[in-house]
């Protein structure tokens, strides 16, 4: 693993200076990925067609030599698998249908094969990867994709899956144990085709009560953390559960992860503080200071380096890269942590 950081990270090693990837290093603010995307069509077009997708997972090593590819794809094609219809509206994201706030999840015809060209961007860009290079799978946390699933569109509050998870208590539960099941498949199915570490995003894991977090967050978690790695357990698997604050500390001793994703809102020292020692932490550049750029950025950067010394550390942001970011301003960043 010597050639490989990020691994070595996730074994507990603490680097200095720590290895780096963005989340959403692939997309928008690449000119590259611009033209592929003018070329090949819409979202879901591209995530669908592995030659493509693959080479958009490996643009941004190319350009900036990240120590790791985050394989483009998007949280929904579970759902999509599991038999809702899937589009990406131009400027308003993604519409998801039938709702389930008003349809049967057993009215869904599953549509597995949604999957197949997923793992064959896998397989091509694990063929293409720099030695140095981690490939890292993904997939939605079961809460986040029931937030979209429910409500059929993104929403700030996810107002529609609280309500159901609080008045229909078993509805809800069979959706996130449909979902969670459905994601120990898909995340096997990645490693089998060459990821060599999986992620769960909770996007919206900030919106939950303590125990509403405690019951859709960290038990589905836990239960596909271990599901996983019966299966393959020598795959580190990092949780981000965005928002989660203070409960941060309970997701880490309760959902087994390997490593645990901290967002911008989150003091990295108190993060340290509070973790378990030695649990690797990713984290957590402020996506708008990075568009920001200058003696900003560079501050960032070295606040976080020192907070987080001595302790496992990927450098990452604390959520996706802005598309309006500029080229110069990652050549920055990438230059402040390697110092």
């Known amino acids: 693993m010597a050639d490989k950081p990020i691994l070595n990270v996730l074994k507990g090693e603490a680097l200095d200076p720590p290895p780096i990837w963005f989340m959403r290093q692939a997309g928008r603010y690449l000119p590259e990925y611009r033209a592929l995307r003018a070329d090949r069509g819409g979202f879901l077009d591209l995530v669908y067609d592995s030659e493509a997708a693959a080479e958009v997972t490996l643009q941004p ?8 590819a985050i394989l483009f794809s998007d949280i929904l094609i579970v759902p999509h698998a599991m038999g809702q219809h899937l589009r990406f ?3 308003e994201g993604p519409d998801l249908s039938p709702r389930l706030a008003v349809a049967d999840l057993a009215s869904l015809t599953p549509a597995h094969h949604h999957f197949d060209p997923i793992y064959e961007t ?4 694990a063929a293409d ?3 140095h290079a981690t490939l890292i799978g993904f997939a939605g946390s079961p809460w986040t994709v ?4 429910v409500n059929g569109s993104g929403s700030k509050e996810q107002a529609e899956a609280r309500l159901m ?3 229909e208590r078993g509805r809800f539960a069979a959706l996130i144990d449909a979902i969670s099941d459905l994601t120990v498949e898909y995340l096997c199915g990645q490693i089998e085709a060459g990821a060599e570490v999986v992620q769960l995003f909770d996007s919206w894991s900030g919106s939950l009560a303590p125990e ?3 019951r859709w967050c960290i038990t589905p978690t836990r239960r596909i953390v271990d599901a996983v790695r019966a299966r393959h357990p020598d795959t580190p698997i990092i949780g981000f559960p965005k928002g989660a604050g203070g409960k941060l500390l309970r997701y880490a001793r309760e959902t087994g992860v390997d490593a645990i994703g901290i967002d911008e809102s989150v003091d990295p020292a108190w993060a340290h503080e509070i973790l378990p020692a030695g649990l690797p932490v990713q984290g957590n550049l402020d996506p708008m200071v990075l568009l920001t750029g ?3 950025l560079t501050d960032a950067v070295a606040a976080i380096r020192a907070a987080l010394k001595g302790r496992p550390h990927i450098f990452n942001l604390g959520h996706g890269i802005s598309k309006e970011t500029p080229l110069a301003h990652v050549d920055e960043a990438l230059a402040a942590i390697r110092a």
């Open 61 to 68: 090593l190319r350009r900036y030599g990240f120590d790791a």
């Open 89 to 91: 509206l131009a400027g």
């Open 122 to 125: 896998v397989r091509r860009v």
């Open 129 to 131: 990867l720099p030695q």
């Open 146 to 149: 029931a937030t979209y699933m």
């Open 165 to 167: 998870a609080y008045r």
């Open 212 to 214: 509403e977090f405690f």
């Open 294 to 296: 200058g003696k900003a």
